[in-house]
């Protein structure tokens, strides 16, 4: 399968930020609409925001609304999330997918497929 790549995860102090990326691993990513889940330990894996090509939809997780930025730049076939004042909650493996249904109020994944995700850590 043809699925996002992610990377850029990594250690972060408590009201630090990080920016993670997905690239399209030989599809076009301006093509599909993009998002984000995350999965902690010992908890069920969750949509954290989402990006819709057909109606340019965004969708924020109320958890991290106002903190986190979803973006792509299609010049680099590249999708981002930028997260800034992490905190606590926010520990997960970040799962990049393309195969899901988006608009400002929900997200959904369409697809039981997950690649290796990004491991993003915060921690003093």
């Known amino acids: 399968q043809l699925q996002p790549v992610e990377s850029g995860g990594g250690l972060v102090q408590p009201g630090g930020s990080l920016r993670i990326s997905c690239v399209g691993s030989g599809f076009t990513l301006d093509k599909y609409t993009i998002g984000w889940f995350r999965q902690a330990p010992g908890k069920e894996r969750e949509g954290v925001a989402c990006?819709?090509?057909?109606?340019?939809?965004?969708y924020y997780a109320n958890a991290v609304k106002g903190r986190f930025t979803i973006s792509r730049d299609n010049a680099k076939n590249t999708s981002y999330l930028q997260m800034n004042s992490l905190n606590p909650e926010d520990p997960a493996i970040y799962y990049c997918?393309?195969?899901?249904?988006?608009?400002?109020?929900?997200?959904?994944?369409?697809?039981?497929?997950w690649g290796q995700g990004t491991q993003v850590t915060v921690s003093s």
């Open positions: 990006s819709s090509h057909r109606d340019d939809s965004i």
């Open positions: 997918v393309k195969d899901l249904l988006c608009g400002t109020y929900y997200i959904a994944r369409a697809s039981n497929y």
